[in-house]
């Protein structure tokens, strides 16, 4: 503010006055002027309402003259900084290289702005800090009195985020493109966002910049509709999946899964693939089918032999058991037509010799129903009280011929082997 020019200050209007480092002025009232006794006082609460802003301020702020000393600095830098008294801010700040001081003293005289400096800073009470510098030159009327304005943010924490962050982004590079499985991003649409070595090394038209390029450039329109189908469920659900699909290029089979890359909101911004090659465990799986198959066929011949001897057995079984009570009509038939031809048949004895053959047609008849009881399926039966000592004779009547050959006798009731 020049000597002698109206300016407001407080709400009042005054004409500019200096007394040591303050200036006071005159109010113009009317067509009066009068001396404002109380305008240094007017000066002096701004002043403490301003450094009371100032000093709510988390970061440090200094003001430092040409030979970059500190003229004025909050609260926060003196409660950081120890021993500042006399001391240049760059001999505070350790700019041991001097490179601040460069930067800082091309501001001076200018409106200039210096952004983004980053200067590491050691002490025993606070350790390792880094501080984000950001300064701008202030004008004044008197050319003399060029200053900066010095802005030092501690950015610590947010270093070691960063690194940390860093950090772990190198091993998960290091891992997704270490592994075996292909491992690649895409997002709604299907571009390609990111991909590993692996699935660039069996998709070599993916060459060059992968990111922006299409699915549908390198695959057929059938495998494209098939994954885009499985992307937009992914994002339409949030949900993982996965499923076996077979390269028609190469007859390779995959384990593909599709999994959602959230952002702290929830909101779905990529999707990530894995695809895992199982052709190995593919082909095991078909041999051990295969030999599975075989033995069941196998199994099936054998079980199929074992029955056709078992029913051999039994054939000749049930033929023994057959040809008594055939032979036996048949000698009674023999005997009647004897009888008729030689005009000898006794009329008396027909009936006795028709009802021993009916004897045997029945005996006959028993021995087919015990085939037909043994050999049906049990699907449909109803359970029911059976006889059981019925059932065991009832096999005999089968077997027995079979027992016999083999000298193997039968005790029924209370009977005893000699």
């Given amino acids: 503010m020049v000597s002698g020019q109206w300016a407001v200050v407080g709400g009042l209007e005054v004409r500019e006055w200096r007394i040591g480092?303050?200036?006071?002025?005159?109010?113009?009232?009317?067509?009066?002027?009068?001396?404002?006794?109380?305008?240094?006082?007017?000066?002096?609460?701004?002043?403490?309402?301003?450094?009371?802003?100032?000093?709510?301020?988390?970061?440090?702020?200094?003001?430092?003259?040409?030979?970059?000393?500190?003229?004025?600095?909050?609260?926060?830098?003196?409660?950081?900084?120890?021993?500042?008294?006399?001391?240049?801010?760059?001999?505070?700040?350790?700019?041991?290289?001097?490179?601040?001081?460069?930067?800082?003293?091309?501001?001076?005289?200018?409106?200039?702005?210096?952004?983004?400096?980053?200067?590491?800073?050691?002490?025993?009470?606070?350790?390792?800090?880094?501080?984000?510098?950001?300064?701008?030159?202030?004008?004044?009327?008197?050319?003399?009195?060029?200053?900066?304005?010095?802005?030092?943010?501690?950015?610590?924490?947010?270093?070691?985020?960063?690194?940390?962050?860093?950090?772990?982004?190198?091993?998960?590079?290091?891992?997704?493109?270490?592994?075996?499985?292909?491992?690649?991003?895409?997002?709604?649409?299907?571009?390609?966002?990111?991909?590993?070595?692996?699935?660039?090394?069996?998709?070599?038209?993916?060459?060059?910049?992968?990111?922006?390029?299409?699915?549908?450039?390198?695959?057929?329109?059938?495998?494209?509709?098939r994954f885009a189908d499985k992307v937009k469920e992914v994002f339409e659900t949030g949900k993982s999946l996965f499923y076996e699909y077979r390269n028609p290029r190469d007859g390779?089979?995959?384990?593909r899964t599709l999994s959602p890359v959230k952002e702290p909101g929830g909101i779905i911004t990529a999707l990530t693939v894995i695809s895992k090659d199982i052709t190995n465990r593919k082909l095991s799986e078909e041999k051990l089918e295969k030999a599975y198959q075989d033995m069941k066929a196998t199994t099936a011949q054998l079980v199929h032999n074992e029955k056709m001897s078992a029913l051999g057995e039994l054939t000749a079984s049930v033929a023994h058991e057959l040809n008594q009570p055939l032979n036996n009509i048949k000698i009674s038939s023999q005997s009647l037509l004897r009888d008729i031809n030689k005009n000898r048949l006794d009329i008396n004895a027909l009936p006795q010799d028709l009802k021993e053959v009916v004897e045997q047609v029945n005996k006959m008849a028993g021995i087919v129903d015990h085939m037909r009881i043994f050999t049906r399926r049990l699907e449909g039966m109803n359970m029911e009280e059976i006889d059981i000592n019925e059932s065991i004779t009832n096999m005999f009547v089968l077997i027995g011929s079979q027992l016999r050959s083999h000298n193997i006798p039968l005790c029924q009731g209370s009977c005893r082997m000699v």
Avoid at 80 to 93: E, M, P, Y
Avoid at 181 to 200: E, H, M, Q, T
Avoid at 252 to 255: A, D
Wanted: proline content about 1%.
């Fill in 21 to 225: 480092e303050w200036r006071i002025g005159e109010k113009n009232w009317g067509m009066k002027t009068v001396i404002v006794d109380d305008a240094i006082e007017i000066c002096r609460r701004e002043k403490r309402f301003l450094e009371n802003i100032i000093d709510m301020v988390p970061e440090s702020l200094v003001v430092v003259n040409k030979d970059l000393r500190i003229k004025k600095a909050n609260r926060t830098f003196y409660e950081t900084f120890q021993n500042v008294t006399g001391r240049s801010l760059c001999d505070i700040l350790q700019d041991k290289e001097g490179k601040l001081a460069c930067e800082l003293t091309r501001l001076f005289g200018t409106e200039d702005m210096l952004e983004k400096f980053e200067l590491h800073y050691w002490s025993e009470k606070l350790g390792d800090l880094t501080f984000e510098i950001t300064a701008r030159g202030i004008i004044h009327a008197d050319a003399e009195e060029a200053e900066v304005l010095v802005v030092a943010r501690d950015r610590t924490e947010r270093k070691m985020a960063e690194e940390a962050l860093l950090e772990s982004e190198e091993k998960y590079s290091s891992l997704v493109e270490s592994t075996e499985d292909s491992i690649y991003l895409v997002d709604r649409n299907c571009g390609y966002l990111f991909a590993n070595k692996k699935y660039l090394s069996r998709v070599p038209l993916l060459t060059g910049k992968v990111k922006g390029r299409k699915y549908s450039e390198v695959h057929s329109k059938e495998e494209t509709k």
């Fill in 252 to 255: 390779r089979y995959f384990v």
